[in-house]
């Protein structure tokens, strides 16, 4: 990450580990520490005592905690009601092992995968960061390239003259994340208010930018956002000891959405043995399971592909990506593809060629671009503007706004709402949209006067 102010880049491994683990269909009480364990134990689910006898320091916790039991299991049950084909998988069978440094979190893991009544395991990606950089009566909108007629942008100054275009309407907004600015001058009116989660003061010029993408405010001050008349909220996926919490970050904003509201997901994950590689947050199953939920009730979920290696600045490519089991769930081609429904995006230049941004994944799992440099929108205060936001985090919250635009101007026109899919297959359609010069696969930018 580069900032021209930076508050102090934070040291993101100072986290005990923790490892997700999904039992098998027990009745598991969803309550406190003590009596899971006693039914672990009592129950002889799994050897908890021997366990902690061998691990000493682990402790066990329900993994969502944003809802209660019985919250989840009508969100589940009314979620089924959209879809009577989608199989859930039992959220209530959902748990974190927290482990002291000091213990040996690959060998537990290997124990408990072994076990027969454990369904699935493996270790959380500690906080990263997301997937974007920052290197530092609207008069700074003519910055704004995104904003202009293809082939250079998305054109929602097109959108802008069509009914619902400024996400006027009943469309609702929420960006995941974990920090934000929501006093900036250019926010502050918007209405954004913080849902869950413990918001980072050091990723906070980081939601700021992708807020003023979306909604900086119609008015004399810095730049105009795709959509400035969104109804938009935020939440964190921080918990208050500092965890990664973003599959119950996502279970919070499935129950805060109604079907064809706009959900994003600003982070990216990596593998432990690979934890130079960033890969999308679908990658880890139970944030696919919550993902696939959200899509499930008709939300539309927009996932960034992620910057691929920061470090040799080279993109992944998704159609090679093997899980644990060697299957290929982000080929599309692949018998062993796994769909969540989101839209996925990459990140291309701001020239007319928009070839792929080097860091950004790419693959036949992506469906649009948008752009990932130069990209002018709000800074790292409450008075600065950022020239020069950039990644795939900048692009997928340009697609965010196209989404919004696209789904406003649907509902304002008398017509029912998109679903996922039909918005998933509008916006990566190449007839809606400007293609890339690049050979890699980043799919297509959406043109919002075409789409309209």
């Not at 490892?19 to 027990?26: D, L, Q, S």
């Not at 119950?248 to 690979?274: H, M, N, W, Y």
């Not at 880890?284 to 290696?309: C, H, Q, R, W, Y």
Request: with cysteine; hydrophobic share 35%; glycine share 8%.
């Amino acid at each position: 990450m580069k900032s021209k102010s930076r508050k102090g880049k934070p040291d993101l491994k100072n986290l005990s580990p923790h490892i997700v683990i999904r039992f098998k269909n027990y009745p598991l009480p969803y309550t406190e520490e003590d009596e899971i364990k006693d039914y672990l134990i009592k129950n002889n689910v799994i050897p908890w005592k021997q366990l902690v006898d061998q691990f000493p320091g682990i402790t066990i916790r329900k993994l969502f905690t944003a809802l209660s039991p019985g919250d989840i299991i009508k969100l589940v049950s009314d979620t089924k009601g959209h879809n009577h084909k989608y199989i859930p998988p039992n959220f209530l069978a959902c748990f974190a092992i927290d482990c002291p440094f000091e213990v040996d979190i690959d060998k537990l893991l290997k124990m408990l995968l072994s076990y027969k009544n454990v369904e699935d395991a493996y270790i959380e990606s500690d906080l990263l960061p997301p997937a974007g950089n920052m290197t530092g009566t609207n008069p700074d909108a003519d910055n704004q390239g995104y904003l202009n007629p293809a082939p250079e942008g998305i054109d929602a100054k097109h959108a802008w003259n069509v009914n619902g275009g400024r996400g006027d309407g009943r469309v609702k907004f929420i960006d995941i994340e974990l920090g934000w600015i929501l006093n900036h001058e250019d926010i502050i009116d918007s209405g954004v208010n913080l849902l869950w989660g413990n918001d980072d003061p050091t990723w906070e010029s980081h939601g700021a930018a992708v807020l003023g993408i979306i909604l900086m405010q119609d008015n004399d001050k810095g730049g105009v956002g795709i959509t400035p008349k969104i109804k938009a909220n935020v939440i964190a996926h921080k918990s208050r000891t500092g965890h990664n919490v973003i599959n119950d970050a996502i279970l919070k904003a499935i129950d805060s959405l109604d079907a064809g509201d706009v959900l994003l997901l600003e982070a990216q994950f990596t593998e432990r043995d690979a934890p130079h590689k960033h890969w999308p947050v679908e990658v880890k199953s139970m944030t696919f399971d919550v993902i696939k939920l959200a899509t499930t009730k008709g939300i539309i979920v927009i996932e960034p592909a992620g910057n691929g290696s920061l470090d040799e600045n080279l993109g992944n490519d998704l159609d090679e990506y093997t899980d644990r089991d060697g299957k290929k769930i982000l080929d599309i081609t692949s018998p062993d593809f796994k769909d969540s429904g989101a839209i996925i995006v990459a990140a291309a230049s701001a020239s007319n060629t928009h070839r792929r941004r080097p860091s950004s994944n790419f693959g036949n799992r992506i469906d649009c671009f948008a752009w990932g440099t130069g990209v002018y929108t709000a800074g790292d205060s409450t008075t600065t503007y950022e020239p020069d936001f950039n990644g795939t985090s900048s692009a997928s919250a340009i697609i965010a706004g196209v989404a919004i635009a696209v789904q406003s101007t649907v509902e304002a026109s008398g017509n029912p709402r998109l679903t996922p899919e039909q918005m998933r297959d509008i916006l990566r359609n190449r007839s809606n949209g400007t293609s890339s010069t690049s050979r890699r696969r980043i799919g297509v930018m959406p043109d919002l006067k075409k789409i309209i």
